[in-house]
């Protein structure tokens, strides 16, 4: 498991399998949400979606306490 933060929001990344992708490791969010393989060929793509869910997740919250 992973902790990542932005000034606005943060979340814990795990790296499992997923079945229904003939079990290859992904990133999966603290909420299942499935993010990204888990392998060299996808690094640069895991840590951009990352970056994105942690902005949709801001963008959440700000929504909710307006």
């Known amino acids: ?3 990542v933060a932005t000034p606005d929001a943060s979340d814990t ?3 499992r ?8 490791l992904w990133f999966f ?5 499935p993010i990204s393989e888990a392998d060299d060929a996808h690094s640069d793509d895991a ?9 949709r997740r801001a963008e959440e919250t700000k929504e909710a306490v307006q």
């Open 13 to 15: 990344i795990e790296c």
């Open 29 to 33: 969010a603290s909420d299942g949400t």
């Open 47 to 55: 840590a951009i979606l990352v970056l994105g869910h942690l902005a």
């Open 1 to 3: 498991m992973l902790g």
């Open 17 to 24: 399998t997923r079945p229904e992708d003939g079990d290859r």
